[in-house]
């Protein structure tokens, strides 16, 4: 109870680090200006898109959730990444705080942030296409976008947050490796535009391994994404691989799960092993 009652306050400090900064609070801002501003914009252009179901290609679609996800990591790097910059990592630990607490506060900090800005995405969205909708079509909201469009939406935020779980890890296994939050915000954005141009091949084999695209974020991202929301594959990432067909839903959530988990343990065992007096 002890260990969980520290990393539940580290927590809350890193989390409080991570909204205190300006930066933090600006994509709080975009992400609740951005989807009213995206609607009134479709909505001048093309009526019939700004409305159910033809908004979710736009609204909804893999890339804007993966986008997310990406921007909350590279504000999290910003925020959390620098205690290796400034020295405060011994300082930390000499507090009591233990090295896989280190690294699993920064990592729920940040899968928190991603969540926080997904759900104020995601409400302002839905606000948004049902004043639209109610104005521009005879057809009740609820009928159009599914009785269960809520628990869709709240399955789209978790989305984001598997997501930025994922690369979470990777930016803490790239900060203990390189104790630089630069490099670590690189590794980052390199795994995930990697992750994309590897998953919109779609077929075939990248560095010999038959059907890569299937290993990949996006892959496992947009399978659960488009039971969801289903899309038109003729516009949208999927059509890469659509005849192939996608992974059960279940199993992505559970591939995501252990990528995530995979790379945070590799980071802990990593961190432990350490010798924090010297830096290479």
């Known amino acids: 109870m002890d260990a969980l009652a520290t990393l539940g306050r580290l927590t809350r400090v890193e989390a409080t680090k991570y909204w205190r900064r300006p930066v933090a609070r600006l994509v709080l801002v975009i992400m609740f200006v951005g989807p009213i501003i995206g609607e009134a914009i479709l909505a001048s252009f093309s009526i019939r898109d700004a409305i159910f179901p033809q908004?979710?290609?736009?609204?909804?679609?893999?890339?804007?959730?993966?986008?997310?996800a990406l921007m909350t990591v590279v504000v999290s790097v910003m925020a959390l990444g620098n205690d290796y910059d400034l020295g405060?990592?011994?300082?930390?630990?000499?507090?009591?705080?233990?090295?896989?607490?280190f690294i699993l506060a920064k990592i729920l900090a940040t899968v928190?942030?991603?969540?926080?800005?997904?759900?104020?995405?995601?409400?302002?969205a839905l606000v948004s296409i049902c004043f639209v909708h109610a104005g521009a079509s005879d057809v009740p909201f609820f009928e159009a976008a599914g009785k269960d469009i809520l628990w869709r939406l709240m399955g789209a935020t978790g989305v984001i947050g598997l997501g930025n779980f994922v690369l979470s890890g990777?930016?803490?296994?790239?900060?203990?490796?390189?104790?630089?939050?630069?490099?670590?915000m690189l590794a980052g954005l390199g795994y995930f535009f990697g992750d994309f141009i590897v998953g919109g091949?779609?077929?075939g084999s990248v560095l010999g391994v038959?059907?890569?695209?299937?290993?990949?974020?996006?892959?496992?991202?947009?399978?659960?994404?488009?039971?969801i929301f289903p899309s038109d594959p003729s516009v949208s990432l999927p059509r890469a691989w659509v005849e192939n067909g996608f992974a059960n839903p279940t199993s992505a959530v559970i591939v995501l799960i252990l990528y995530g988990t995979?790379?945070?343990?590799?980071?802990?065992?990593?961190?432990?092993?350490?010798?924090?007096?010297?830096?290479?």
């Open 210 to 227: 038959g059907d890569a695209y299937r290993y990949t974020i996006a892959y496992h991202a947009i399978s659960i994404t488009e039971r």
């Open 88 to 101: 405060t990592v011994s300082v930390i630990l000499n507090r009591g705080v233990d090295r896989h607490q």
């Open 262 to 280: 995979a790379l945070t343990v590799i980071s802990v065992l990593l961190f432990r092993r350490q010798d924090l007096m010297t830096k290479s």
């Open 55 to 68: 908004i979710t290609q736009f609204m909804f679609s893999s890339d804007m959730l993966m986008m997310i």
């Open 170 to 184: 990777v930016v803490m296994l790239a900060l203990v490796l390189s104790r630089s939050s630069w490099v670590g």
């Open 112 to 124: 928190g942030a991603a969540f926080a800005y997904g759900l104020v995405f995601m409400t302002t």
């Open 201 to 203: 091949f779609g077929s």
